[in-house]
């Protein structure tokens, strides 16, 4: 069947892979994966309108298979894989698209212990899925849950413990996402001072607002001077945050500031190294450096870096684009305001602002851009691209970066280049994209 990506199954909503047929059918795969009859299973969605049939559909083919189904509603892809973890649970399913523009969703598995399944564990899904007898639509039956509040609730308590946020003024962009129903109680539950912007349904999900499209959510922040800001995406499984000057701080920058609080509470950090991903910028590994932390790259992709942390021992990854990956319970799960507030927390223990601990990480000059394309070729099978690549490794020579790959959740070419001169960076990328562009495009 192949419709895994690298962040479960995406597509336009009722389309392609998530045609109801096909999501019925990989709803049998999935019960099975479960263990069949008598499991249970959880979802969890973000405010897209599209979820709730989503829902439905796939709740439909777990009750035909004999699995109890609780729906926790509204809630962050996070609190999906918490839930998980904390009942130790066989699966848990986000539906949620991500980042991604409000037409499209998506399903994220969650295996026991809250973590994203393998590859292969994949395979074996959509083998059984493509192995399952076409049926006529099944009555779902699910339990409602309060999702949100369990999770609030516990994670209120559970963040306390490493300090509260008492007296601290924040302007938080909830993306008109799923962080709605957690965000603004945890933050106050733990004593900060919280001005939201775009909650659920103010807006479509993602449409100007988020980690995708800072602006308002700066605008605001300058308004308000000596504040701080955190900004999610719509499932609220990455963060950004923002500084007194309201300039942005990544997932790059959360590595250090955690690794860097680490070292100053507890003397080291666990296993001595952090996980980031092959795009995480060169002033990253030179800052680390300086700490004697080493920077493990991964693979895009919080699950790449959640594996490798597994393998490793460490309890700190992270990827560029806010995906940060820290224990909880004993599992690793990725969750956008765990992370925001673990940075708060260590910015008061350090006693430094959080410009100045930003400014700690060297930046070399990095430019990523996506070029739509149509059919996926193997690159190496495009000899123009594959000479274009020569060619820009040669100009940005032994102190440049480059990476190229397909987005696993968007029908786009991903290219990065660093390197020391911005000049030079910039026209690598202008030259591969218009490359690219010729060869690829429909």
């Not at 991604?100 to 212990?113: E, L, M, Q, T, V």
């Not at 990095?366 to 996926?376: A, D, I, M, S, T």
């Amino acid at each position: 069947m192949g419709i895994f990506g690298t962040d479960g199954i995406r597509d336009l909503a009722g389309q392609g892979h998530l045609a109801p047929e096909v999501v019925r059918r990989i709803g049998h795969g999935l019960a099975r994966f479960a263990g069949g009859e008598g499991a249970t299973v959880v979802l969890g969605r973000d405010p897209r309108p599209s979820g709730r049939e989503l829902g439905r559909i796939l709740a439909g083919a777990f009750s035909a298979a004999g699995l109890q189904v609780e729906d926790l509603g509204v809630v962050p892809t996070p609190v999906v894989a918490w839930t998980v973890a904390h009942r130790g649970l066989d699966l848990g399913l986000a539906l949620s698209a991500s980042h991604n523009p409000p037409d499209y969703n998506g399903i994220k598995p969650f295996a026991r212990g809250g973590r994203k399944l393998e590859p292969e564990e994949e395979h074996r899904i959509e083998a059984w899925a493509d192995l399952a007898p076409a049926a006529a639509s099944v009555e779902a039956e699910w339990r409602p849950v309060d999702g949100a509040g369990a999770y609030v609730d516990a994670t209120t308590p559970w963040l306390a413990i490493g300090g509260r946020l008492d007296g601290l003024r924040l302007v938080v962009d909830l993306a008109a996402g799923a962080a709605t129903a957690t965000a603004v109680p945890v933050l106050e539950g733990l004593g900060a001072r919280v001005v939201a912007l775009h909650p659920a349904n103010a807006r479509a999900i993602n449409d100007g607002c988020g980690t995708e499209h800072p602006e308002a959510w700066l605008a605001a922040l300058r308004a308000m001077p000596g504040a701080l800001g955190l900004a999610f995406d719509g499932d609220a499984d990455r963060v950004l945050l923002a500084d007194e000057n309201a300039d942005i701080v990544d997932g790059d920058d959360v590595l250090q500031i955690l690794a860097q609080d680490a070292l100053e509470e507890r003397g080291e950090v666990p296993s001595g190294k952090v996980v980031g991903t092959v795009m995480a910028n060169l002033g990253l590994e030179e800052r680390l450096r300086e700490l004697h932390v080493d920077l493990e790259r991964t693979a895009v992709g919080d699950r790449q870096v959640a594996g490798r942390m597994r393998e490793l021992g460490a309890v700190f990854g992270a990827e560029p684009s806010g995906h940060v990956v820290l224990e909880r319970e004993r599992a690793l799960i990725g969750d956008g305001l765990v992370a925001g507030v673990r940075v708060l927390q260590a910015l008061r223990r350090l006693g430094c602002s959080l410009s100045e601990l930003r400014s700690q990480t060297p930046r070399y000059p990095q430019l990523l851009v996506g070029v739509r394309v149509g059919e996926r070729r193997p690159l190496d099978e495009v000899p123009a691209i594959q000479d274009a690549l020569a060619s820009a490794e040669a100009r940005l020579g032994k102190h440049g970066r480059l990476v190229v790959r397909y987005s696993g959740t968007e029908p786009l070419l991903r290219i990065m280049a660093e390197g020391h001169d911005a000049a030079e960076v910039s026209a690598v990328v202008e030259d591969l994209a218009r490359i690219a562009k010729q060869s690829l495009e429909r």
